[in-house]
């Protein structure tokens, strides 16, 4: 029998807040980019290259990140409670940045303090919650992320229009990661306390495999082209919903609130779901499968209501397919090198979304924008196709012969 305790939910709390606050802290420029844009006199190119700072530097240390986590728990516990400390710090430096370059520093300040979070915290879910229950574990924390890119664009405009200014706000939302860290730091403690490996016995833990598949491969090739799409809709929609449609700042960051929103909505219909039907890969083919030609209606002179509605499509199907993905790739990870493996995925596999923005950016700057969104709709067309390919992984059990890349051989239990 699996157990799934007191001290789990606490690391289950933990990595939601944590993952809160590290969407909070990377999106936190989004509401206020219009008016960065006016007042340092940036290009949409110079844009993109201050949203894709943070991810990128993220991402170039995840795989570090990632072969530490493998050394244990206490690596994986000190990245995550550090990675809301940092975070917290560089927010508050961005607050001062007065010029192109130094807000681009700050930011990639901003994404070395965040990146231990993504490869510490699956590894840690994965110990605490057995298979049949991980899709719920990975979709809540996932849910987390996604409340906070949800809420940064509401809670954005409305510090602007309470304090005046971005960096005021700016200096406010750091303040608040300082206070989200000790109830982090607490729950993290209080979920080993007295323990060694943890609160689940080790043949309830998920499995994973017993070597590098090809599962494993095309996930990090589904995450690659899922974060393009991911990265530049979650923190570029205000900046393209001013060019393009007669919005105000201020509107356009609650029309990207109420797209996350769905989003919301959509991993909370999807993570039970997949766990009971015990599916992964139907999830991830009608998630970027329905949200591209969504994305593509978005280059069409749409009235008000339609683009309400055309935003809260693509946010439901985009992120419909989240809780799976994680799950997925949770299970198709080398157990013994599992730190390392999403390491990889949150390195390799997440540079492409890191540069996105950069990309976007710069053919809007040649093309217009429309070009821009015909970009991603070529992204999420391929991770459509990608996601064809996947095969499933059956709940408990390795993977078959015909499944392994580099191990050709599946050793017994």
Request: glycine residues 10%; hydrophobic residues 50%.
């Amino acid at each position: 029998m699996s157990r799934i305790t007191k001290a789990s939910y606490a690391v289950l709390a933990a990595c939601t807040l944590t993952h809160f606050l590290n969407h909070i802290y990377t999106g936190a420029l989004s509401p206020f980019l219009p008016l960065i844009q006016i007042e340092l006199s940036l290009n949409y190119t110079q844009i993109g290259i201050i949203t894709s700072a943070a991810v990128v530097a993220m991402t170039t240390s995840h795989l570090l990140v990632g072969y530490l986590g493998d050394r244990g728990w206490r690596w994986r516990d000190r990245f995550i409670t550090g990675s809301v400390l940092f975070s917290s710090l560089a927010m508050l430096l961005t607050s001062f940045s007065s010029d192109f370059l130094i807000l681009a520093v700050f930011q990639a300040f901003l994404g070395l303090g965040a990146s231990g979070y993504h490869p510490s915290v699956f590894p840690a879910l994965a110990e605490k919650f057995p298979q049949r229950t991980l899709a719920k574990a990975t979709g809540i924390q996932a849910m987390g992320g996604l409340v906070g890119m949800a809420v940064i664009p509401f809670l954005g405009v409305t510090l602007l229009v309470l304090l005046g200014g971005w960096r005021p706000s700016l200096i406010l939302l750091s303040i608040i990661g300082i206070a989200i860290l000790f109830p982090v730091v607490f729950l993290m403690m209080y979920s080993r306390s007295g323990y060694e490996r943890g609160f689940m016995d080790r043949e309830d833990e998920t499995k994973g495999t017993d070597g590098w598949t090809i599962g494993y491969w095309l996930s990090l090739t589904l995450m690659g082209l899922r974060g393009m799409a991911f990265r530049c809709t979650s923190l570029l929609m205000p900046v393209y919903l001013v060019a393009t449609y007669p919005v105000d700042p201020i509107w356009a960051g609650y029309l990207t609130t109420i797209m996350l929103s769905a989003g919301l909505v959509g991993e909370m219909v999807a993570a039970p779901l997949s766990d009971r039907i015990g599916r992964r890969v139907p999830f991830l083919i009608v998630s970027t499968g329905l949200a591209t030609p969504a994305l593509l209606l978005l280059n069409y002179a749409l009235s008000e209501l339609a683009l309400i509605m055309v935003l809260i499509v693509i946010g439901f199907f985009f992120y419909l397919g989240v809780p799976a993905n994680t799950a997925y790739q949770t299970e198709v990870s080398p157990r013994a090198s599992r730190g390392l493996a999403f390491g990889l995925l949150f390195s390799v596999g997440s540079i492409p979304g890191a540069i996105s923005p950069i990309i976007f950016g710069w053919i809007g700057d040649i093309y217009g924008l429309s070009a821009s969104i015909l970009f991603l709709v070529v992204t999420t067309t391929l991770a459509t196709i990608v996601a064809l390919l996947m095969k499933e992984v059956k709940p408990t059990e390795p993977v078959t012969d015909s499944y392994l890349f580099l191990d050709p051989v599946i050793r017994p239990e």
